[in-house]
């Protein structure tokens, strides 16, 4: 099974600043298989990138998507208030996800 | 537009079954471009993928909950539903059914609002 870790746990920021979010895998994932998604307190997770760098329908440009083989990035590349959030990664292969990484407000 | 909506009750004794119904509407389940899934997520916890299916019946469940899981659909009716056997408080969860697309995306695209479980006595 492969496990994905995602980095940091929390990283805090200021609106319009650039964020960079990391996940690792255990072993090597197609890049067609590698998805991130947004969930805010209380509602249900949104697909934002598919393809490791395709934005979903509706995704603004900010929201990039990087990354093949174990290594791959979501960068946002200047933050919007509504952007502070859990993102997730996911592989298609076993569905597993990474443990999340928190956007909060410095 | 394709919605899903999660349904069943809100609390489950220990050791006993849970079971929960999602009903897609705005589509058909019955499309070779999809299959259906469940995940979970604890209070203050992340996501864990459950199980998913595809709109024939066959289905994969997660290695660590397969001896509890059964995921079947119900095309008629255009549902797809979870039983999870034997269980725990561990298992108290928000449980949300979603859309895998097949074909291009390979990921989750269309979620359900999600429905809070709470295992007790």
């Known amino acids: 099974e492969i496990v994905l870790t995602q980095s940091p746990g929390t990283l805090s920021l200021s609106p319009g600043e650039r964020a960079t979010l990391s996940c690792r895998a255990s072993?090597?994932?197609?890049?067609?298989?590698l998805a991130w998604y947004q969930q805010k307190p209380g509602q249900a997770p949104r697909l934002l990138i598919y393809?490791?760098?395709s934005r979903a329908t509706g995704i603004p440009d900010r929201f990039s998507g990087s990354g093949s083989g174990t290594d791959f990035t979501l960068t946002i590349s200047r933050l919007e208030p509504e952007d502070f959030a859990v993102y997730y990664c996911?592989?298609?292969?076993?569905?597993?996800f990474g443990q999340g990484t928190k956007v909060e407000i410095k | 537009q394709l919605q899903l909506q999660e349904s069943g009750p809100g609390l489950v004794k220990p050791s006993e079954t849970l079971s929960l119904t999602c009903t897609v509407s705005?589509?058909?389940?019955?499309?070779?471009?999809?299959?259906w899934g469940w995940i979970r997520q604890p209070p203050g916890k992340g996501l864990e993928w459950i199980g998913s299916?595809?709109?024939?019946?066959?289905?994969y469940y997660n290695p660590s909950l397969k001896s509890r899981v059964t995921i079947s659909v119900d095309t008629s009716k255009n549902q797809f539903s979870l039983k999870l056997s034997s269980v725990t408080a561990a298992d108290t969860a928000v449980y949300y059914c979603?859309?895998?697309?097949?074909?291009?995306?390979?990921?989750?695209?269309?979620w359900g609002q999600g429905t809070m479980v709470t295992v007790s006595s």
């Open positions: 979603a859309r895998r697309e097949q074909q291009l995306v390979y990921a989750f695209d269309i």
């Open positions: 705005g589509g058909s389940i019955s499309s070779s471009s999809y299959y």
């Open positions: 299916i595809y709109y024939s019946g066959s289905t």
């Open positions: 072993q090597s994932v197609s890049s067609s298989y």
């Open positions: 393809g490791a760098s």
């Open positions: 996911q592989q298609y292969g076993s569905s597993s």
